[in-house]
């Protein structure tokens, strides 16, 4: 370099260390100024320029218009090249005047006017690329005015000494030249104007404000400050919460990881092509069973490989990672400068004699590289999170769309469903985790399950069981995590004491290998420094191991489960069929699943276009698996199945999705208001209308909950009406609706005048009446067409089913015509009387009485047993009480669903108070006690290796080696084994914590009353037993544990730094306000942030589980696409709320760390304004500690935010643990006799109920007796209190006024326990649990298995119950799915049998079984129950024609009380409807 520098004019050596180094006025010689000063921004705008120009051309974002932003940067650039050009032509012009001057003269303007050129350029060109601002640009110009402050300063300082300007031309076009870069710096820093024609520009309102922000504003995050500001000033809401970025929208990340998907899924076939050679079976589908010869041969070739999900994840999101990767890398490496410059520092403060200018410059360069470090990190940080809710993103939408293909496997849903409720954080071994994960997982299942049932478990008196069984479940959770939690402990000892060990084992080495090594402050804290680095991967260590076990296991579930083979879509034919046909199967066999047996065997079905045919046969022959086969929803094993057109499906029992009822009847078709209208009124929905609080824009609940399970069939059947399909598949939607109902249905819908005449329609059927209008008759037995033909032609067969049509078949003198008109008369009067029969009691002389009524009539929906409905749990919100409906006629017109709230502020100090309650007050004392000696110990040991390195030196050795190295030890490893003892202790008192928490929930939820579960969703009840119990157990411990660690560590550094320097006291007050005032606006923002997230996250899984349920009705009328579309939206929507909180938590970082580089900043410069008064070891001491605590600052304010935002998880489990409970179970001193009731005699006086507190009467003033053997027929319209009175019997509705007598004793003085399981109950809907036949027949196990089988050979199920390996612990699945509706309603008469108490009630229990399997229960009632007093909910009247008495109830009130045939001949109401039965 002197070559370029010393010769000529003006030259100079380039280094000299007497002018920079020593010496009290520093500088750089005139050669380094002009050299390697002038060249470096040069150097890092050409080595970033390749890079940056491929970046650019990859980037399409449209161009920018010329603004006078640019012409300004442009002009300034070009004046630049001017100046520097100037010099070098003034350079040239010297060689003339005959003063040469030095060659670095010529070679420096050069270089730095082509590099104001090229930088001039790139600001064109990045306007061409829509670049706004330009982060290359911004670096090159900072580091120019950095560069030229040295030159600068020099010119100036020389020029006083001398007293003359030596060279004026080069002084002034220096001082422009450093006026024309610091203006383009500060140019550089404003935005330009958006880009024109920009292909990603959106008509969005609300647009993330970082797609816009300039470079240096997404460096700091300063683009998320309007945020915090207005979630200081209030809580957000979700209209605050910026538009999705188009690169985290699902759309984009789901297409990208599918694409990947697919390309694991081709290599892995091609992959298993070329392992094996193998022919197709007759179901389509290759099997590994039949490869064939090929096999053998190539028997020696690779195991053939499964796609892997996670090649996919790496190829989809790895490339973005490992941006965010390099940053972290050169954190990484700027970490280990800051130990350097303490070295430095502390040689500094050894050396009395150095130029105090050495100490400011070590003390900026410290606070320099600590900025830097954390501007890079939260780079790292941003990059690695938003992989993260792009990763939720695309494995959301991948599992959603799996799900919605034809699985072969059934229940795997609700297996993925519970995949996100599975990290277990705190396991330190694979075996754990996946233990943890299965009991978890079993928990929340049954509790779904006893959700869904729980009216059942109230009716049958089965809390307790169930309670045990969670319970016992819950134990073992807990032990795994007791296990967990001492692994933990020990872990925490291990990693924590590791540093320590490795510092003191280098000690220890370093001062025994040789008496003359002497461990002065550099040596022992620049190491303390290096090995600090060391604590926080360390520390970080168990959790890795933990993520990656947890995350090896979820990702191996989500691979299987996207492994499974789904059915082959083109199983059904759709396109070729034989002609004048609609549906054709040729020799058919299907099962549901390749290791169950086969349903169905050997079909042989044609059926003509157009026809209408009735699919009838015994409980359990494979009527609703044929349907299914005709959907392609069956595992197709031989044959060929042929469906022509589109296709329309009624399931046997209704899905009806959470929207308006207007949309669940359109289904996405668009609307026809003359059609629409016209199939309301044939599906006898028009009067529903009138009464619903909204009309057809009302609101339908979760699982259809507000409507009647008769309104839910309806809907459905409307749904399938609208479609205006091909094919009508109708699995038997008669069976919930009454039969004057069903009449009107048949005639104006499904029959040959309704409107689907002409029309293909399958009717799956267990009436008769309708038979006769059938084109054909499709009989099946044990899964064959036992018989097919026409109503005559069967009848003439004299075959097995004519026998049946003739015991079943009403008598044809019934069949009567009567005056069309006065039929439609009647029947439209009887579907008004119907509907409206129990709101005429509101008289019009009240105020808003249409509101009241229809508000009335939709909680009455709501509460009706009729609204019960099985399935998985989703989510629904809080019904809007009556009152407040009064009050506001108005608002949330036909809404059921109101949005859940967020709550709002800080959470109550209360809240924490329980918790450490629940904890234990000694405990959190302890802990507390214990991080205190901790940091006692830390700063003891930390201030005797100070100490002992200033102990003075004598003859080459320091004295007491081996007693300092002692006492570092034993206080070292007594940190450690306390940090161990904190962390047990508090891991013991947080699962004492969670068991408390979780008993008190499950105890109150099992003795919640009924209409507590009726206006609570089910999801939202089932979210406190399973996100909030898992927080409690595993996140809330360790988030106390790290924010008591790096409170403790925080307040350590500031005492240590302040008794060091006490001059530090000065700053530390507003270091300390900027500390707190940033901490208050993050804390505010970033609650609200996560409750919104929280708000957004349920309905997820309440439509992913809708969708679950409905996936059949999705595919059958081809909507797939547009349910993923919602549920993008809905995964978007949740998104929204996560963006923001990653970047909350970024400029919290910022903020917060830079307090933390002030604290090194103001430690590292008291120290050198004290030097004179301080040691080495103060100084090590302090300013180690010093770069410790800005990682522990962030970490205090994130963990005492995520310890807010956790703390709710209590705040929401008390709430749901301290609801209103129901009556007592047992109430000892008020027990009913032995052997109680012993007649059966139960009396009604003046008995009146209402479902809850505010709503109108259901029963008024009842009075009537029954005597102990009566059987007692209860009919009625619906909503005349059928059902509230048997709710009424077993006090699920407690008595506003009046009483009910059993034997003499009032039901209301007894414990609910002693009533309900004294008395029996066939309920309307039957329930099963997941589990044995066994545990759902008697899960107190007190009946003998002999007693068992005899109960189920009357229930007519012994049969398929010794068909079956394993008889009674034949595994039932959740909600009995692997068994049909009727087989289930046999189970539940199977429970009666063994209970068989003197009282039975059977609520329309035989509505979905078949005629002949409902005669063989009405005759085992007859006969078992002969002594008992039966009352039965009948809407077969042909069940009740032979009981003693019929009592008809109307509007709430008694209307007719008599025998059968009395009330016949009477003609009342029970007359009407004997009559549309055809039995009068």
Request: proline content about 4%; aromatic content about 10%.
């Amino acid at each position: 370099m002197d070559v370029l520098c010393s010769s000529g004019e003006l030259g100079s050596k380039f280094w000299d260390p007497n002018l920079t180094l020593h010496t009290d006025n520093p500088d750089l010689t005139p050669c380094f100024q002009n050299s390697l000063l002038a060249w470096a921004p040069c150097i890092y705008l050409w080595a970033s320029l390749p890079c940056y120009l491929f970046y650019l051309r990859r980037r399409n974002q449209g161009y920018i218009i010329l603004s006078g932003l640019c012409r300004l940067k442009t002009a300034v650039g070009v004046l630049l090249w001017c100046v520097t050009w100037a010099d070098l032509f003034y350079s040239f012009s010297g060689l003339v005047r005959g003063s040469i001057p030095a060659p670095i003269y010529f070679v420096t303007p050069l270089i730095l006017g082509v590099t104001m050129l090229l930088a001039t350029l790139l600001i064109q060109y990045e306007r061409l690329r829509g670049v706004r601002s330009s982060g290359v640009l911004i670096i090159f110009w900072f580091l120019s005015c950095v560069c030229a402050i040295v030159p600068f300063r020099s010119k100036i300082r020389v020029t006083l000494e001398e007293g003359e300007v030596k060279d004026p031309f080069r002084f002034t076009t220096f001082y422009i030249y450093f006026a024309l870069i610091l203006f383009s710096l500060i140019l550089s820093c404003f935005k330009d104007k958006p880009s024109f024609f920009s292909p990603s520009v959106s008509m969005d309102h609300n647009p993330c404000p970082e797609a816009t922000a300039g470079f240096l504003s997404r460096l700091t995050f300063w683009w998320f400050t309007n945020m915090a500001i207005l979630g200081y000033r209030r809580p957000l809401e979700e209209k605050d919460l910026w538009s999705l970025n188009e690169e985290e929208s699902s759309k984009t990340v789901v297409a990208r990881l599918l694409k990947e998907w697919e390309k694991q899924r081709v290599q892995a076939k091609q992959s298993k092509d070329a392992a094996f050679t193998k022919t197709p079976n007759a179901k389509g589908r290759v099997s590994n069973e039949e490869a064939g010869e090929g096999e053998v041969l190539l028997s020696d070739q690779p195991q053939k490989r499964e796609p892997s999900f996670l090649r996919a994840l790496l190829m989809t999101f790895g490339p973005y990672f490992l941006i965010g990767s390099f940053y972290k890398l050169i954190q990484d490496l700027l970490s280990f400068v800051n130990p350097q410059l303490l070295s430095i520092l502390i040689k500094f403060i050894s050396n009395p004699s150095a130029p105090a200018w050495w100490g400011f410059l070590v003390a900026g360069l410290m606070f320099g590289c600590s900025v830097i470090q954390t501007l890079i990190l939260h780079q790292h940080f941003q990059y690695v999170f938003v992989t993260g809710i792009r990763l939720r993103a695309g494995i959301t939408g991948i599992i959603y769309r799996k799900n919605l293909g034809p699985s072969v496997l059934a229940g795997v849903a609700l297996m993925i469903l519970l995949i996100p409720l599975n990290g277990a954080i705190a396991m330190k071994t694979r075996a754990l985790q996946v233990e943890q994960m299965g009991y978890k997982d079993s928990r929340i299942k049954l509790m779904s399950e006893i959700l869904s049932g729980i009216k059942v478990l109230k009716l049958y008196a089965w809390e307790p069981s169930f309670s045990q069984m969670i319970e016992k479940i819950r134990l073992g959770e807990l032990q795994v995590l007791r296990k967990a939690a001492f692994l933990s402990a020990v872990s925490t000892f291990t990693w924590f004491s590791a540093p320590f060990l490795v510092s003191l084992t280098t000690f220890a080495v370093y001062v025994s290998v040789d008496e003359k090594n002497i461990l002065d402050a550099q040596k022992a804290f620049v190491s303390l420094s290096l090995f600090n680095i060391l604590r926080f991967p360390l520390n970080a260590l168990p959790q890795v191991i933990s993520g990656l076990a947890q995350t090896s296991v979820s990702l191996k579930r989500i691979q299987n489960f996207l492994n499974h083979e789904e059915l082959n879509p083109q199983c059904v034919e759709t396109r070729t069929i034989s002609p004048g046909h609609a549906i054709t199967i040729e020799n058919g066999s299907f099962t549901w699943a390749q290791d169950l047996p086969t349903c169905l065997h050997s079909l042989n079905i044609q059926v003509p276009k157009g026809s209408l045919v009735a699919v009838v046969g015994p409980v359990g022959c494979g009527k609703t698996s044929l349907i299914s086969a005709l959907l392609g929803e069956m595992e197709k094993l031989e044959g060929k199945v042929s469906v022509k057109g589109s296709v329309a499906y009624v399931p046997q029992q209704a899905w009806i999705q959470n929207a308006t009822l207007q949309d669940n009847i359109l289904f996405g078709q668009p609307m026809d208001q003359k059609r629409y209208q016209g199939i309301l009124e044939a599906c006898s929905l028009l009067t529903d209308l009138d009464v619903l609080p909204g009309g057809d824009q009302t609101e339908i609940g979760e699982k259809g909950i507000n409507l009647s399970g008769g309104q839910r069939q309806r809907v459905s059947l409307a749904r399938a009406v609208y479609s205006d399909a091909d094919v009508f598949l109708l699995d038997d939607p008669l069976s919930a609706v009454d039969s004057h109902v069903a009449k009107h249905i048949f005639d104006h819908v499904i029959g040959p005048n309704g409107v689907l005449g002409g029309k293909t329609r399958i009717l799956v059927t267990h009436g008769v009446n309708f038979l006769s209008q059938a084109d054909l008759i499709i009989v099946l037995g044990e899964g064959r067409v036992s018989e097919a033909g026409s109503f005559s032609a069967l009848l003439q067969k004299e075959g097995a089913f004519a026998e049946f049509l003739r015991n079943y078949i009403p008598d044809d003198d019934n069949f009567h015509e009567e005056d069309s008109a006065a039929v439609l008369e009647d029947e439209e009067m009887l579907l008004m009387e119907d509907t409206l029969s129990n709101h005429t009691d509101l008289t019009d002389n009240e105020p808003i009485t249409n509101e009241i009524r229809k508000q009335f009539m939709r909680q009455l929906s709501v509460i009706s047993s009729e609204g019960e409905g099985s399935g998985r749990p989703s989510t629904r919100r809080r019904l809007v009480p009556v009152e407040k409906k009064a009050v506001e006629p108005t608002a949330t017109r036909g809404e059921l669903i109101q949005a859940e709230t967020a709550e709002m502020g800080t959470v109550k100090l209360s809240v924490f108070w329980a918790y450490a309650k629940a904890v234990g007050l000694f405990t959190s004392m302890t802990v507390c006690f214990l991080y205190t000696c901790q940091s006692a110990a830390a700063i003891g040991a930390n201030i005797w290796l100070s100490d002992w390195t200033n102990e003075p030196v004598i003859n080459g050795t320091q004295s007491n080696t081996s007693l300092r190295l002692g006492v570092y030890a034993a206080l070292g490893l007594l940190q450690g084994f306390l940090v161990m003892l904190s962390s047990f202790t508090l891991a013991m008192g947080g699962i004492q914590a969670a068991r408390l928490l979780h008993s008190k929930l499950l105890a109150n939820k099992m003795r919640s009353p009924q209409s507590f579960y009726d206006t609570t969703p089910s999801g939202r009840i089932l979210n406190r037993f399973s996100k909030d119990i898992y927080v409690i157990d595993e996140v809330i411990p360790p988030a106390i544990l790290m924010l008591l660690g790096t409170f403790f560590n925080s307040t350590s550094t500031l005492v240590v730094i302040m008794s060091s320097t006490p001059l530090f006291a000065v700053v530390i007050l507003p270091l300390a306000g900027l500390y707190i005032f940033v901490q208050r606006f993050y804390a505010a923002t970033s609650r609200q942030l996560k409750r919104l997230e929280s708000v957004s996250r349920s309905p997820i899984y309440s439509h992913f589980s809708e969708t679950v349920t409905g996936a059949t009705v999705i595919r059958a009328y081809k909507r797939s696409h547009d349910f993923i579309a919602i549920n993008n939206a809905k995964v978007d929507a949740n998104q929204k709320s996560c963006y923001p909180n990653i970047a909350s938590n970024r400029w919290l970082g910022i903020r917060v760390e830079f307090v933390g580089n002030c604290v090194v900043l103001f430690a590292a410069l008291f120290a050198v304004i004290g030097r004179k008064s301080l040691n080495p070891g103060l100084v090590g001491l302090s300013v180690s500690y010093a770069l410790q605590v800005t990682m522990a600052l962030n970490w205090m304010v994130r963990m005492a935010s995520d310890l807010e935002n956790n703390i709710v998880a209590v705040e929401r489990v008390r709430e749901y643990s301290e609801t209103k409970t129901e009556a007592p179970w047992v109430i000892e001193g008020s027990r009913p006799p032995p052997g109680w009731p012993h007649q059966g005699e139960v009396e009604f006086v003046n008995y009146s109920v209402r479902y809850r507190e505010g709503l109108e009467l259901v029963l008024k003033d009842l009075s009537f007796r029954v005597k102990g053997g009566e059987k007692v027929g209860i009919v009625g319209r619906t909503g005349a209190g059928k059902s509230s009175m048997t709710l009424s019997l077993f006090r699920i509705l407690e008595a506003a006024q009046g009483e009910i007598y059993i034997d003499g004793i009032n039901i209301a003085s007894m414990g609910l326990h002693d009533l309900r399981s004294m008395l029996t109950i066939i309920p309307q809907d039957p329930v099963l649990f997941s589990g044995t036949l066994r545990m759902n027949l008697d899960p107190f196990g007190k009946y003998s298995d002999e007693e068992m089988w005899q109960a189920l050979e009357l229930s007519n199920l012994h049969k398929f119950v010794k068909s079956q390996p394993e008889g009674l612990a034949f595994e039932c699945s959740e909600g009995g799915e692997n068994l049909s509706v009727g087989q289930r309603q046999l189970v539940c008469l199977s429970r009666a049998l063994l209970r068989k108490s003197r009282i039975l009630v059977l609520d329309e229990a035989t509505a979905a079984i078949d005629l002949e399997t409902d005669d063989l229960i009405q005759a085992t009632i007859r006969t078992q129950f002969e002594e008992c007093t039966v009352l039965t909910i009948a809407h077969r009247l042909n069940t009740i024609m032979d009981y003693t008495r019929v009592l008809v109830l109307d509007k709430g009130t008694i209307a007719e009380f008599d025998s059968p045939a009395n009330l016949i001949m009477a003609r009342g109401i029970f007359y009407g409807m004997a009559k549309d039965a055809g039995l009068a």
